[in-house]
């Protein structure tokens, strides 16, 4: 297909602490080595799309030009919560399909070790008189007097309203601890995570409780990381060799959606609706469906998030997103592996990185790279982000044929 | 007698204290919030002021035992459906555990005081605390 787009090169940095480099360290080191994964160099960019959340107002991709090359390209600085990573190589992407870039780059970066609880909006400050503030007219901070805004309170509700919904009679901290036990698994097997050590059910339980039923374990790991994909029109990876055509990932899809109106959706954010239409939209222009996909890499910022998404993402039948992670089958050595990177309670999640980190992953087992976690045969993988606010981000990435 | 505020302005405190919301005349989406127009259908019509049940069904919650600075915990925050419309709230006048917080449980509105300011000025809080003491 001629308005095909490929991905010819992708990396991601280490995720953890790198208390010795900036977020522009991290990027260029992200953008350099999805350059040289694809074969090419600056010289070939024609537009670069960057994200950097913490530092919407800088100009990341600026920022990093100004240290891998001004070559005079068009920069398109994006900010898109947790789904600014996906955002990012969306922009690109769009860029050539709309046949004004043969050739895109993707960056996203975040510095993350050590911030504490990323809470919500709604701080207006205490002073000494009761004074009617902001849009609720609220004269005390909401966050804790009025619910909760804080991220780990949010995606507890967002579990626990699935478990109601669907009449579930067990134990919810032991579910979603069977979740978050699954992740860290996973991550033992990856070196590029920023925990890898395997945690038992009662380890993931008996831990600091932050909102109940998720503690820390079962929390996103805050973490430093970049990550980067450069992106090709058809056309121009016709021209490349036999080797970079070999390795390179067809997108079948990209999708970006924002939520549409819900009851109750300002007043507890609906990540669902948003991830069932950009999932519907995704497998209908892949011309694929759920039974078809080899790995999935799930927005798992929480164990509560990770249950809904495989609901969402039509894993499993409408309502048997219990039944399908008691089935064994998003476990690396089940019918369906979701999050086999340990995902982000153990790989980590800098937020701006982990729309193309999540990518990148799921490139490397198409490629054959992923080494002693590598899903044998893996031939097509879904990619999903989600940020609030919202912004649901769905790729579906396949082997190339070459 | 002391002047009151409620902690919202869609909290409102005459008579038997109660939550009210803005509703689209187009549509009949609610809102808690100042509206601009309608998230739902667009409309910039109009608003009416219309009350919300007092009592309600908990969809979710959550026991959060890491807040900001100044809220006690643990402290349970939920979503309330009342009547059909989904309310923000705390579940309160209940221990805060699993084994007295149960998804589907039957709540009404509390209101309670949050301090009094230095114009001598008490704010009031509400949140939902169970219908039958378990
Ligand atoms: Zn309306």
Same mark, same amino acid.
């Given at each position: 297909m001629a308005d095909t787009v490929w991905i010819l090169g992708i990396t991601m940095t280490k995720f953890g602490k790198h208390p010795d480099a900036d977020t522009v360290d991290l990027a260029a080191e992200a953008a350099l080595g999805a350059l040289a994964d694809g074969g090419v160099t600056i010289e070939d960019v024609d537009v670069l799309a960057a994200g950097n959340l913490l530092g919407a107002g800088a100009g990341i991709g600026q920022q990093l030009q100004k240290q891998i090359g001004q070559t005079g390209i068009p920069v398109y600085n994006v900010a898109n919560a947790c789904a600014t990573g996906a955002t990012a190589l969306r922009t690109a992407v769009m860029a050539i399909k709309a046949g004004e870039a043969d050739v895109g780059l993707a960056v996203g970066v975040e510095k993350l070790a050590g911030a504490g609880l990323l809470a919500g909006g709604t701080r207006a400050g205490d002073s000494d008189t009761w004074q009617p503030r902001g849009r609720y007219g609220a004269v005390a901070a909401l966050d804790g007097r009025v619910g909760t805004e804080t991220m780990p309170g949010v995606f507890a509700q967002v579990g626990m309203q699935y478990l109601h919904e669907h009449r579930y009679g067990g134990t919810p901290l032991e579910l979603f601890a069977r979740i978050s036990e699954k992740n860290h698994a996973h991550s033992t097997l990856n070196p590029l995570a920023a925990y890898t050590k395997a945690m038992s059910l009662e380890q993931i339980m008996g831990d600091l409780m932050i909102a109940y039923p998720n503690t820390r374990p079962m929390c996103s790991a805050n973490c430093d990381g970049a990550a980067a994909a450069v992106v090709v029109s058809d056309a121009t990876l016709k021209t490349l060799s036999r080797e970079q055509q070999r390795r390179a990932v067809k997108i079948s899809a990209s999708v970006l959606t924002s939520d549409p109106w819900q009851e109750g959706c300002q007043v507890l954010p609906d990540v669902n609706t948003l991830t069932r239409s950009a999932a519907r939209q995704a497998y209908e222009q892949a011309g694929v469906g759920p039974d078809d996909l080899d790995l999935v890499e799930l927005h798992d910022c929480f164990a509560t998030a990770e249950l809904v998404h495989y609901d969402n993402l039509g894993l499993c039948e409408e309502g048997g997103a219990v039944d399908f992670l008691e089935s064994g089958a998003p476990y690396r050595d089940g019918r369906m592996p979701v999050n086999v990177s340990g995902g982000l309670q153990s790989k980590g999640h800098p937020i701006a990185a982990t729309g193309i980190a999540n990518i990148w992953e799921v490139c490397h087992h198409l490629r054959g790279e992923a080494g002693p976690r590598q899903i044998e045969g893996a031939r097509v993988g879904l990619a999903h982000v989600i940020g609030l606010g919202s912004a649901c981000g769905v790729h579906i990435l396949e082997r190339s044929a070459a | 007698m002391q002047q009151r505020t409620p902690? &919202? #302005?869609? $909290? &409102? $405190? #005459?008579?038997d204290p109660h939550l009210v919301a803005s509703e689209c005349e187009q549509c009949g989406a609610r809102y808690f919030d100042r509206r601009n127009a309608c998230a739902a259908c667009g409309a910039a019509g109009g608003f009416r002021q219309v009350a919300i049940d007092r009592q309600g069904e908990l969809r979710a919650f959550t026991i959060v035992s890491m807040a900001a600075p100044g809220i006690d915990v643990p402290f349970v925050a939920g979503v309330v459906d009342c009547g059909g419309t989904t309310v923000r709230a705390n579940v309160v006048n209940t221990p805060p555990d699993p084994d007295h917080v149960r998804l589907g449980m039957k709540l009404r509105l509390a209101t309670f005081p949050l301090g009094t300011d230095s114009a001598g000025t008490e704010a009031v809080g509400f949140g939902f605390e169970p219908l039958e003491q378990s």
């Open positions: - | 902690i &919202v #302005d869609y $909290l &409102v $405190l #005459d008579g």
